[in-house]
Antibody, heavy 122, light 109 residues
Framework: QVTLKESGPVLVKPTETLTLTCTVSGFSLSNARMGVSWIRQPPGKALEWLAHIFSNDEKSYSTSLKSRLTISKDTSKSQVVLTMTNMDPVDTATYYC??????????????WGQGTLVTVSS | SSELTQDPAVSVALGQTVRITCQGDSLRSYYASWYQQKPGQAPVLVIYGKNNRPSGIPDRFSGSSSGNTASLTITGAQAEDEADYYCNSRDSSGNHLYVFGTGTKVTVL
């Protein structure tokens, strides 16, 4: 059974750095055809893809947020960590981690965590 | 970076067919995937690739693509299909950058 679970602070202050952890089970972060992404959704708004890491440690970042994001993984702990610097109230959102499966038939975020709401406020 | 545009809202009578579209340049090169999101829940993958449904997704959901437009069709919409739907594809720059559509609210009347 594949599961992903996000953890981290529910409240951060402006200018602080956010660190979120995604703990996965039911699959390995060393699986060549899979990766883990972070995706966020401000209240009442659309989904926004943030960052991505693959088994070979290949990383990709949203163009608009690249300077603020760092993604990493610890395969032995089955964890993917996202840090976002210089948090602002506009970064208030539910943050999801999701597994992406890469295939000849196309890509898909096939499993998602429940999400964690992060509020940025002083 | 790429953008994927969706109509904000559509409605469909119970049992009828509704098509949700997603437009963007990246769709000329990459397949779209589609996600259903109900209030307070995480998104669920309903279609990926040319027209593939994950296990457990009803066959009333189907996908298609032409040029810069991808479509999700619900044939015989049910009350439980009322939700927000998002498309997603790789960014037109390639690699593994992704972009989500603006989302479509589907109301089943």
């Amino acid at each position: 059974q594949v599961t992903l679970k996000e953890s981290g602070p529910v409240l951060v202050k402006p200018t602080e750095t956010l660190t979120l952890t995604c703990t996965v089970s039911g699959f390995s972060l060393s699986n060549a055809r899979m990766g883990v992404s972070w995706i966020r959704q401000p209240p009442g708004k659309a989904l926004e893809w943030l960052a991505h890491i693959f088994s070979n440690d290949e990383k990709s970042y949203s163009t608009s947020l690249k300077s603020r994001l760092t993604i990493s993984k610890d395969t032995s702990k089955s964890q993917v960590v996202l840090t976002m610097t210089n948090m602002d109230p506009v970064d208030t959102a539910t943050y999801y981690c999701a597994r992406i499966s890469i295939g000849i038939e196309g890509d898909g975020f096939d499993y998602w965590g429940q999400g964690t709401l992060v509020t940025v406020s002083s | 970076s790429s953008e994927l545009t969706q109509d904000p809202a559509v409605s469909v009578a119970l049992g009828q067919t509704v098509r949700i579209t997603c437009q963007g340049d990246s769709l000329r090169s990459y397949y779209a995937s589609w996600y259903q999101q109900k209030p307070g829940q995480a998104p669920v993958l309903v279609i990926y690739g040319k027209n593939n449904r994950p296990s457990g997704i009803p066959d009333r959901f189907s996908g298609s693509s032409s040029g810069n437009t991808a479509s999700l069709t619900i044939t015989g919409a049910q009350a439980e299909d009322e939700a927000d739907y998002y498309c997603n594809s790789r960014d037109s720059s390639g690699n593994h950058l992704y972009v989500f559509g603006t989302g479509t609210k589907v109301t089943v009347l």
